[in-house]
């Protein structure tokens, strides 16, 4: 009788091990969960993207997989030194979260997920759907590492409501650009002061200034890197985008030079800012019912140089992507995540409720996220012309060596030559290694 009981206890065992290893248990209804129990950990910059999987996303993974998905946020300041010293201490994250300038360097610490594309009962990714400069640019080698989720862009946006009261239009040339921030800065209330100007951006020293900087020597028919990777920007078309930029800070506020991100969004949120430049993120910012120009603003692609100029991009191609790291020990369950969370679905649900970043083609036409954002489709077609800052390791240091030099030339510090020239000096002996 023993040896009969024993012999059960051992068949329920290595049942259950069979079970586990096979990475699915079946729950009280009966279905079968692929990874129950499995905890996979991610490090995700913060943001109301990534508020929205911890909140909404993660349950629901959990639901249908089993899946404990557990989301540390860092601030982009932070993020970059939290994942290096990750890599080479604790190697905690299965999940990594680079942005476009990163995704080289995090190439290296990151596993291909080709073998997991296709593979039955893992999420389709419908990688046609996913924008092709978008995909591409991540993702230029053999190996797929990385699916984004949440790209973004600089955007030219205008009030239309300004321009119809003036009798202006839309500004497609540099020269009428500076014509309509002219007529548009003005003050509306008749106390002797302005109050309404013509034009903004991120003046102050940083990533933002210099991706401000970017769509402007683009549509002055320039280029950033040549094909080889070395530095294109000192050029004329360089030179003269910085001079556009220092010409149309007469029409600008004049605490300009301090504006981040953060204060110019806020003033074109306020209505004292009539047209500029920033990140797609402005624009569910100025959608949003509690502000004062909700509906009154348009985006559109960047004022060209002349109309003759040959235009190869529009912007610089930011954002971020989901991919798993190389010494994950959850492999299987973090690709399976990256994949669920970056599926059709799933990322139409989180733009509808985040930060409307589209990363797919088909988002510029769902109706449910126009309706909270109309400028989605601007934001795709601009991305669909886009391209990665620089396609190398060494981006991060080369962007901080050109927002300094970028900054020096729009305040003055330096001639638009000098700073370009100093620039390239700065970056070469990356370029070159």
Same mark, same amino acid.
């Given at each position: 009788?023993?040896?009969?009981?024993?012999?059960?206890?051992?068949?329920?065992?290595? #049942?259950?091990?069979?079970?586990?290893?096979?990475?699915?248990?079946?729950?009280?209804?009966?279905?079968?969960?692929?990874?129950?129990?499995?905890?996979?950990?991610?490090?995700?910059?913060?943001?109301?993207?990534?508020?929205?999987?911890?909140?909404?996303? #993660?349950?629901?993974?959990?639901?249908?997989?089993?899946?404990?998905?557990?989301?540390?946020?860092? *601030? !982009?300041?932070?993020?970059?030194?939290?994942?290096?010293?990750?890599?080479?201490?604790?190697?905690?994250?299965?999940?990594?979260?680079?942005?476009?300038?990163?995704?080289?360097? !995090?190439?290296?610490? #990151?596993?291909?997920?080709?073998?997991?594309?296709?593979?039955?009962? !893992?999420?389709?990714?419908?990688?046609?759907?996913?924008?092709? !400069?978008?995909?591409?640019?991540?993702?230029?080698?053999?190996?797929?590492?990385?699916? *984004?989720?949440?790209?973004?862009?600089?955007?030219?946006?205008?009030?239309?409501?300004?321009?119809?009261?003036?009798?202006?239009?839309?500004?497609?040339?540099?020269?009428?650009?500076?014509?309509?921030?002219?007529?548009?800065?003005?003050?509306?209330?008749?106390?002797?002061?302005?109050?309404?100007?013509?034009?903004?951006?991120? #003046?102050?020293?940083?990533?933002?200034?210099?991706?401000?900087?970017?769509?402007?020597?683009?549509?002055?028919?320039?280029?950033?890197?040549?094909?080889?990777?070395?530095?294109?920007?000192?050029?004329?078309?360089?030179?003269?985008?910085?001079?556009?930029?220092?010409?149309?800070?007469?029409?600008?506020?004049?605490?300009?030079?301090?504006?981040?991100?953060?204060?110019?969004?806020?003033?074109?949120?306020?209505?004292?800012?009539?047209?500029?430049?920033?990140?797609?993120?402005?624009? *569910?910012?100025?959608?949003?019912?509690?502000?004062?120009?909700?509906?009154?603003?348009?985006?559109?692609?960047?004022?060209?140089?002349?109309?003759?100029?040959?235009?190869?991009?529009?912007?610089?191609?930011?954002?971020?992507?989901?991919?798993?790291?190389?010494?994950?020990?959850?492999?299987?369950?973090?690709?399976?995540?990256?994949?669920?969370?970056?599926?059709?679905?799933?990322?139409?649900?989180?733009?509808?409720?985040?930060?409307?970043?589209?990363?797919?083609?088909?988002?510029?036409?769902?109706?449910?996220?126009?309706?909270?954002? *109309?400028?989605?489709?601007?934001?795709?077609?601009?991305?669909?012309?886009?391209?990665?800052?620089?396609?190398?390791?060494?981006?991060?240091?080369?962007?901080?060596?050109?927002?300094?030099?970028?900054?020096?030339?729009?305040?003055?510090?330096?001639?638009?030559?000098?700073?370009?020239?100093?620039?390239?000096?700065?970056?070469?002996?990356?370029?070159?290694?």
């Amino acid at each position: 009788m023993k040896k009969k009981v024993m012999a059960g206890f051992a068949v329920l065992f290595f #049942a259950s091990l069979a079970v586990f290893a096979n990475g699915a248990q079946e729950d009280d209804s009966g279905n079968k969960k692929m990874f129950e129990g499995e905890t996979v950990n991610a490090l995700i910059f913060t943001s109301s993207d990534t508020d929205y999987m911890i909140n909404v996303l #993660a349950p629901k993974l959990k639901e249908e997989t089993g899946i404990n998905l557990q989301i540390d946020q860092v *601030p !982009y300041d932070n993020i970059r030194a939290k994942q290096l010293a990750d890599v080479t201490g604790a190697k905690r994250y299965d999940i990594i979260n680079p942005c476009t300038e990163w995704s080289f360097e !995090y190439a290296q610490f #990151a596993e291909p997920l080709n073998q997991y594309i296709g593979k039955a009962d !893992y999420p389709d990714p419908e990688i046609d759907d996913i924008i092709p !400069y978008v995909w591409k640019e991540f993702n230029g080698s053999k190996n797929t590492y990385w699916f *984004p989720y949440q790209p973004d862009t600089r955007v030219f946006f205008y009030r239309k409501d300004l321009l119809k009261q003036a009798g202006l239009e839309a500004p497609k040339t540099w020269n009428e650009l500076l014509s309509v921030a002219k007529a548009l800065t003005k003050d509306t209330d008749n106390d002797g002061k302005i109050d309404q100007y013509g034009f903004g951006f991120p #003046a102050r020293r940083g990533n933002n200034l210099t991706l401000a900087w970017v769509p402007f020597l683009f549509s002055a028919g320039g280029e950033l890197f040549d094909e080889d990777n070395q530095p294109a920007f000192n050029s004329q078309a360089g030179i003269d985008a910085i001079n556009l930029l220092r010409e149309l800070k007469k029409y600008c506020p004049p605490d300009i030079d301090t504006y981040g991100e953060y204060e110019l969004n806020k003033s074109a949120k306020e209505g004292s800012i009539a047209m500029g430049v920033s990140a797609s993120a402005i624009t *569910p910012e100025v959608e949003s019912s509690d502000v004062p120009v909700k509906g009154k603003i348009s985006c559109t692609v960047f004022p060209v140089q002349s109309e003759n100029t040959t235009v190869k991009y529009r912007a610089c191609l930011g954002g971020w992507a989901l991919g798993v790291s190389s010494y994950s020990k959850h492999k299987a369950a973090a690709a399976y995540t990256v994949l669920w969370l970056t599926d059709k679905a799933n990322s139409t649900d989180m733009e509808i409720h985040g930060r409307q970043h589209a990363a797919r083609l088909s988002q510029a036409s769902n109706p449910e996220l126009l309706a909270v954002n *109309p400028h989605v489709k601007t934001i795709v077609d601009i991305l669909e012309k886009s391209v990665i800052f620089y396609h190398g390791i060494s981006g991060a240091q080369i962007n901080e060596l050109l927002n300094v030099r970028i900054a020096q030339a729009i305040s003055g510090e330096l001639s638009p030559k000098a700073a370009l020239e100093k620039a390239e000096e700065d970056i070469l002996p990356l370029t070159k290694k």
